[in-house]
């Protein structure tokens, strides 16, 4: 059983920063792919970004995130960070972090067995 702690959400002005982090357990955390996804209010969850273990790690970003997101891992920690700059209102929305991918489709929801229980981050305009 994997288990995913998410923190580090909260309320920020529109061009602000946060940090999210995901703390794992119960799982080799260095070797194992994770991701991020958001849900907005009466929307569907939507991938964010993902680190893939294939040759190295492998981080991948959802285009509307491209040059605003970045993604870094303490494996010390057994946690993986989503640093989000440049924050736009459009942003504000629940994000969950993911684990235990099952298949290539790592943009998926379905593809993974495991997540956290969520952070909310709202961005004010």
């Known amino acids: 059983q994997v288990n995913l702690v998410e923190s580090g959400g909260g309320l920020v002005q529109a061009g602000g920063s946060l940090r999210l982090s995901c703390t794992a357990s119960?799982?080799?955390?260095?070797?194992?792919?994770m991701a991020w996804f958001r849900q907005a209010p009466g929307k569907e969850r939507e991938f964010v970004a993902a680190a893939i273990t294939w040759s190295g790690l492998t981080t991948f970003y959802a285009d509307f995130v491209k040059g605003r997101f970045t993604l870094s891992r303490d494996n010390n920690k057994n946690t993986e960070y989503l640093q989000m700059n440049s924050l736009k209102p459009e942003d504000t929305a629940v994000y969950y972090c993911?684990?235990?991918?099952?298949?290539?489709?790592?943009?998926?929801?379905?593809?993974?067995?495991?997540w956290g229980q969520g952070t909310q981050v709202t961005v004010s305009s």
């Open positions: 993911a684990a235990g991918l099952s298949s290539g489709a790592y943009r998926e929801t379905t593809a993974y067995n495991y």
């Open positions: 119960g799982q080799t955390f260095k070797t194992s792919p």
